[in-house]
């Protein structure tokens, strides 16, 4: 069973830096917060940021299948400072797709200030986002990924995020 950080971002530092190097993917739903979680975790450690969204071919109508994986792949190889951390929706299909070895996931769940107690208590029974009727393309893809390979019951870690 994954482990839980509840908005401590001191937490998930420690936790990134004992996972040596290798690819540590941010999942999640949009707007959770893992790019901002990502990359001010990368710029505080020393380590390099990846963004999903910026090998994206716009107005393809669909995310994994637009994205420019080469550039991607090659932009990960590269960094000057690993382990990588890398930002992006339907995660584990990006990453099959780059054939990176990988650290570590971690799914990132938005999350309440007030509830946050509950959240962690209540996550594996009731999921509020699982309500796949939004219409736009990407939330559609991503909740057909989340529902297909489970990604938010199998992570290495579950980060509890509360926005500021």
């Known amino acids: 069973m994954p482990q839980f950080i509840e908005n401590d971002p001191a937490k998930l530092a420690t936790y990134i830096t004992s996972l040596g190097n290798?690819?540590?993917?941010?999942?999640?739903?949009?707007?959770?917060?893992?790019?901002?979680?990502?990359c001010t975790t990368a710029k505080q450690l020393g380590r390099t940021f990846v963004e999903g969204d910026d090998f994206l071919v716009r107005d393809q109508g669909v995310f994994v299948?637009?994205?420019?994986?080469?550039?991607?792949?090659?932009?990960?190889?590269?960094?000057?400072?690993?382990?990588?951390?890398?930002?992006?929706?339907?995660?584990?299909?990006?990453?099959?797709?780059?054939?990176?070895?990988?650290?570590?996931?971690?799914?990132?769940?938005?999350?309440?200030?007030?509830?946050?107690?509950?959240?962690?208590?209540?996550?594996?029974?009731?999921?509020?986002n699982s309500d796949a009727s939004r219409e736009h393309p990407l939330c559609k893809e991503v909740e057909a990924y989340v529902a297909a390979v489970d990604a938010r019951r199998k992570p290495d870690l579950i980060y509890l995020n509360v926005p500021d």
Request: proline share 5%.
């Open 22 to 38: 290798g690819l540590i993917v941010f999942d999640g739903r949009p707007l959770a917060g893992k790019s901002y979680l990502a």
């Open 65 to 128: 299948d637009a994205l420019r994986f080469d550039d991607l792949r090659r932009t990960i190889d590269t960094a000057a400072a690993p382990p990588v951390l890398l930002a992006t929706v339907c995660a584990r299909y990006v990453v099959d797709r780059i054939g990176q070895p990988i650290a570590a996931i971690i799914w990132v769940e938005h999350a309440s200030a007030v509830r946050l107690d509950q959240t962690q208590r209540d996550y594996f029974d009731y999921d509020d």
